[in-house]
């Protein structure tokens, strides 16, 4: 087994993968017009065929997650307004406080299960009653999947009937939501059942360089437009990177299963190293508990063998389209040479 080679692997995110050269190839043919005049057709095309990949009216393509998450917050909730979200969830920990920032809106954090969902217990707790002393608690965020943890269809049936019934209104944050569907077996249609809006990221395992779409009803989407021309995500000929999006979806959905056996595999490999302690990946991302001696050694073995991962106590490791079986193999065993040698400061 070589153990290096002038490739880099790079397990720090599924957000790194590069566009290949038939995904360029149909950014290179796409038709494009001003789409702030809703005149491009290949970002018209990508709408309505993610609307109707997922079962939505409507669509709109954002530039990021981040904005098009936005974008679904300012829709549901005005001034005043609450959504309540995960306190791990990246609507409220990685999107700079967008909510409250830009959106007046306050987040009420709620603890994660240990399976990634929000306690339906938790959720009615934090339901504010209409007393001018509190916010109004508008929407439920959920995020699957969620530190590469799956929510089912079951729980996630539950928790947006169990909104609905008291009124509020559901996002879900579905970046790898194609993750969790094909982990799953189920159609997209059926992994995002019951809730109001949806934001999937393009730019993730998809493969694509750019780009998320929100789906929702017709009116909301409609609404959207402005929300979107004001946070600067209105485009122009945009079709150029639509055109990878709709190259993603239809040839970068299934092959995720590849994704999420070598995500397992790694997983298996590194979990056989003493001192190590690996999380049975659901998907594509899995957590590794390095000691925290090792991580400064760690990160520069890897670094010399050409593997880019963000190493510490809690490092996180993701596989993607850019990483293959072969690649795999070569990380384990770069692991695996530095922990025979390592030995824990006494
Ligand atoms: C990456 C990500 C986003 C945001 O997407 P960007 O395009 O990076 O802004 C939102 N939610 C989740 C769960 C993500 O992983």
């Not at 080679?5 to 790079?10: C, G, P, R, T, V």
């Not at 549901?76 to 999107?95: F, I, M, N, P, S």
């Not at 995720?256 to 659901?282: F, K, M, W, Y």
Request: with cysteine.
């Amino acid at each position: 087994m070589t153990i290096m080679s002038e490739h880099w692997i790079d397990l720090r995110s599924d957000t790194v993968t590069q566009p290949s050269t038939a995904m360029r190839a149909a950014m290179q043919a796409a038709a494009v017009g001003d789409d702030v005049y809703g005149d491009d057709p290949t970002v018209n095309r990508l709408q309505e065929v993610t609307a109707e990949m997922f079962g939505f009216e409507a669509a709109l393509f954002a530039p990021s997650g981040t904005q098009s998450n936005l974008i679904a917050l300012m829709l549901h909730c005005g001034r005043g307004d609450e959504y309540l979200v995960g306190q791990d969830a990246h609507t409220y920990k990685y999107e700079g406080g967008g909510a409250a920032v830009l959106g007046s809106i306050q987040p009420q954090p709620i603890a994660n299960q240990l399976d990634g969902s929000l306690a339906l217990a938790d959720i009615a707790a934090y339901i504010k009653p209409d007393d001018m002393h509190f916010a109004r608690t508008r929407l439920l965020t959920l995020e699957n999947t969620i530190g590469g943890k799956v929510l089912g269809p079951d729980y996630m049936r539950e928790a947006t009937r169990f909104a609905r019934a008291r009124g509020l209104a559901t996002h879900l944050d579905g970046a790898r939501i194609c993750n969790a569907a094909v982990k799953q077996g189920i159609s997209m249609v059926d992994a995002v059942a019951g809730f109001d809006s949806l934001s999937v990221c393009l730019s993730k395992g998809l493969g694509a360089p750019v780009g998320s779409v929100l789906c929702g009803s017709k009116d909301f989407i409609e609404q959207g437009k402005r929300w979107r021309k004001m946070l600067g995500g209105g485009m122009r000929q945009a079709g150029i990177l639509a055109a990878a999006g709709l190259y993603a979806l239809e040839h970068n959905v299934a092959r995720l299963a590849d994704d999420h056996v070598n995500a397992a595999r790694l997983a298996s490999g590194i979990g056989e190293i003493a001192g190590l302690t690996v999380a049975t990946p659901q998907t594509n991302i899995f957590y590794v508990e390095v000691p925290p001696g090792a991580c400064d050694a760690l990160r520069a073995t890897l670094a010399r063998a050409r593997i880019r991962a963000t190493v510490g106590p809690r490092t996180r490791l993701v596989t993607h389209l850019d990483i293959s079986a072969v690649d795999v193999e070569r990380i384990i065993a770069v692991f695996t040479a530095f922990f025979n040698d390592w030995r824990a400061p006494q």
